[in-house]
């Protein structure tokens, strides 16, 4: 069972190989519950296959990744959801043809009590679940600032107020940790300031955040910790401030040797 000292997540020897590809080699860290966790690293470090490993979209090939003291090896994708781990995904991926109010309904869902039965026959119980769920669903559009756009279409949203939408969808499955891989992806620079923002507001609603971000400057403005992956291995770990100064990290991004950058 977990406790306070132990970590929301870890990540426990973690290695996952494509073929002869090897991924992720030999990866170990741990998140603390409310901590904001950066996972930063080159192009094809193996920072979304961690996230995929996490969420159980890959199977690890080796190492465990447990979560609140339990395994989630050979757990199922809609299980991970429901033990409270969500995400987004690099590349938007929200129901397009669905209003953004119905995309954060979807991902209410994942947490229904009531079962198939209950919702065919529209018990009552199933009812008030849908009704406190509609309600949940305009809060969190309300606390993502796109409350105005609830009854828009998805692909009518501004490619802002999507990326804003799929991090209220995830954030509705009622998740403990939430993932989110390059947030400010195209997002330009007084976006990426009010982003940095509502990480934090995230944080404080009492969500662990583990963030890939390609953005230095917003990575070191809104995280606790930094954990660098090069070449699928762990090489550094530390503050914002100790990660700016590892002469492997700064080597690892202008692709020179370690000695070189020191
Ligand atoms: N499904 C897959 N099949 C085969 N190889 C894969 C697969 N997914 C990822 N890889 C490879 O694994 C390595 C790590 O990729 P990954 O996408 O995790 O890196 P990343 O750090 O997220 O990169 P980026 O910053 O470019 O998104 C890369 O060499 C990639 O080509």
């Given at each position: 069972?977990?406790?306070?000292?132990?970590?929301?997540?870890?990540?426990?020897?973690?290695?996952?190989?494509?073929?002869?590809?090897?991924?992720?080699?030999?990866?170990?860290?741990?998140i603390k519950e409310g901590e904001i966790l950066g996972l930063i690293g080159p192009n094809g470090a193996g920072k979304t296959t961690c996230f995929n490993a996490?969420?159980?979209?890959?199977?690890?090939t080796s190492g465990d990744i447990r979560f609140q003291g339990r395994s989630l090896t050979g757990v199922k994708r809609y299980r991970i959801t429901q033990l409270g781990i969500a995400r987004t995904f690099q590349n938007i991926r929200l129901f397009p043809s669905m209003t953004a109010l119905e995309n954060v309904l979807v991902g209410a869902d994942a947490q229904h009590k009531t079962g198939m039965f209950s919702a065919l026959f529209r018990l009552p119980r199933h009812r008030a679940e849908e009704r406190d769920g509609h309600e949940r669903a305009m809060e969190l559009l309300r606390f993502m600032g796109i409350h105005k756009r609830a009854d828009e279409l998805a692909a009518n949203l501004s490619?802002?107020?999507q990326r804003r939408l799929e991090i209220a969808r995830a954030m509705a499955t009622g998740p403990k940790l939430i993932c989110l891989d390059e947030p400010a992806a195209g997002f330009n620079p007084q976006e990426k300031v009010q982003l940095m923002e509502l990480i934090r507001k995230v944080r404080d609603r009492g969500f662990t955040v583990l963030l890939i971000e390609h953005d230095m400057r917003l990575v070191m403005g809104v995280t606790d910790r930094i954990v660098v992956l090069e070449f699928g291995r762990?090489?550094?770990?530390?503050?914002?401030?100790?990660?700016?100064?590892?002469?492997?990290?700064?080597a690892a991004y202008l692709g020179v040797d370690e000695e070189d950058a020191s």
């Open positions: 069972m977990s406790d306070a000292t132990t970590p929301i997540l870890e990540v426990q020897n973690l290695t996952l190989k494509f073929g002869g590809l090897t991924a992720l080699d030999d990866v170990s860290f741990g996490v969420t159980g979209v890959y199977r690890p490619y802002g107020d762990l090489i550094a770990e530390g503050t914002p401030a100790e990660i700016r100064d590892n002469p492997a990290v700064i």
